[in-house]
Structures are given as C-alpha cells and as structure tokens.
C-alpha cells in the first residue's frame, strides 16, 4: 500500500533563516505531488505541484520553492523565512489521471517563524 | 478554472441532529468530489466521494449527494457524535488533464453533548 512521510513535524526558525520541508512516497511510482498551507483556521492553500522528475508549477508567488529531485521525494525551501510563513504545511500525493483521483495528504509540518 | 464555494463556514448541532454542509462548483467539465475530515491539529483525512455518474453515495451515517445539472453537492451526516466535530473540505477535480483539486474554503463543525 501507498505511504507518504514528511519531516519534520514541527520547527521554530527565525526571521530570516532558511527552511527545508521534505515529503517521501512509497509503494506508487510517477505520482503527482504537491505542497499545501493551512494558516491557523483556514483553508488549504495550493502552494506548489509536480507532475514529474523536475517539473515544478508555482500556484502562489512567494519567497518559497519547491524540488523534485526524485521520483517520490518534495521538497519545500526558503532561503529567508517571513513571519508570514508561519503555518501548517502539508505535502500530498495523487497518481496519475486515470489511476484515481484522490489526495492523501501526509502527517503535516507546523512552521513558527519567530 | 474552477471556483468551489462551500457553505456554511460554522456550523453547530446538537449532538444526534443532522448536519448538512453544501458546495457549489463552476465547471461543468469536474467529475469527481472528494469530502475530507480534518481535526484539530491533523491532517485532512478522505471520508467520502463521488463521482459524476452517481447522483447518490452512503457509508453509515455519511451520505454525499450530487447535482450536476446544479453543479453543486452535498455532505450529509446523520446522527451526530462528539467525534465528528472537525473541520470539514469538499473539493471538485476537473480532469481533462487538470493535476490538481480545488477545495471550498472548509466548515467547522461542532457538535453538541
């Protein structure tokens, strides 16, 4: 059966200092990946998806980015945190069209940018 | 692209009572609407969906149903348990090659002892 991890659970980093988000698949292969963000009591925000090795669609103008440096690894980065980064980040996955249309979202990062 | 709108924000029940939270979609061309859960701290879990050529979806007290010529649908949960206060997302997929869902802004609902 199909697993996605993410790491780390939580983190406190200052102003300023950079952020690294990663989120790992198993047990699917080619699958659509994407990163969302919750602020405290609110929706989902689509940050970043990705169809594939390297192909990476920005939804959100931001100081973040997003890496798919294999098939089944995301990964979320900062050079410089704000303190409006601050929030719950969750990584996703979905196969491809045509093999089901679900996302299953992993465990969730909480970020405080202090 | 797609717009889904989700009402209402807040809802608050008591316990054993119906809920019933709606969503609206804008494109006729979405074929699959997924329901999630998420509690408090949590990640969104999947509790529910359907798919455009069934107007009507049961699993116990969980019920999902769809107007396409609408375009909206509908979570019903009977018979409310404590449990079952969450924050609620419906989302729509619009396929023809779209990589992603849009998801209504999420109801928080309470339930009542």
């Known amino acids: 059966s199909q697993t996605i991890h993410q790491w780390p659970a939580t983190l406190v980093q200052p102003v300023g200092s950079p952020l690294s988000l990663e989120c790992t698949v198993e047990?699917?292969?080619?699958?659509?990946l994407y990163w969302y963000r919750q602020a405290a009591g609110r929706g989902l925000q689509l940050l970043f998806y990705?169809?594939?090795?390297?192909?990476i669609s920005s939804e959100v103008p931001q100081n973040l980015s997003a890496s798919r440096p294999q098939d089944r690894q995301f990964i979320l980065s900062s050079k410089k945190l704000l303190l409006s980064d601050s929030g719950f980040y969750l990584c996703?996955?979905?196969?491809?069209?045509?093999?089901?249309?679900?996302?299953?979202f992993g465990e969730g990062s909480w970020l405080t940018v202090v | 692209g797609e717009n889904v709108e989700q009402h209402p924000s807040t809802l608050s029940v008591q316990e054993g009572d119906s809920a019933v939270i709606k969503c609206t979609y804008s494109?006729?061309?979405?074929?699959?609407f997924p329901w999630y859960k998420q509690e408090l701290g949590k990640r969104p879990q999947l509790i529910i969906d359907?798919?455009?050529?069934?107007g009507e979806k049961k699993d116990q007290r969980i019920a999902v149903t769809l107007n396409k010529t609408a375009k909206h649908f509908s979570l019903h949960i009977t018979e409310t348990q404590p449990e079952d206060s969450a924050v609620y997302f419906c989302?729509?997929?619009?396929?023809?090659?779209?990589?992603?869902?849009?998801f209504g802004k999420g109801t928080k609902l309470s339930v009542i002892p």
């Open positions: 359907i798919r455009s050529n069934v």
């Open positions: 494109d006729s061309a979405s074929n699959y």
């Open positions: 047990g699917t292969s080619n699958p659509n």
């Open positions: 996703a996955w979905r196969g491809q069209p045509g093999a089901g249309n679900t996302i299953y």
């Open positions: 989302a729509a997929y619009s396929g023809a090659g779209s990589y992603q869902l849009t």
């Open positions: 990705s169809v594939g090795i390297g192909q």
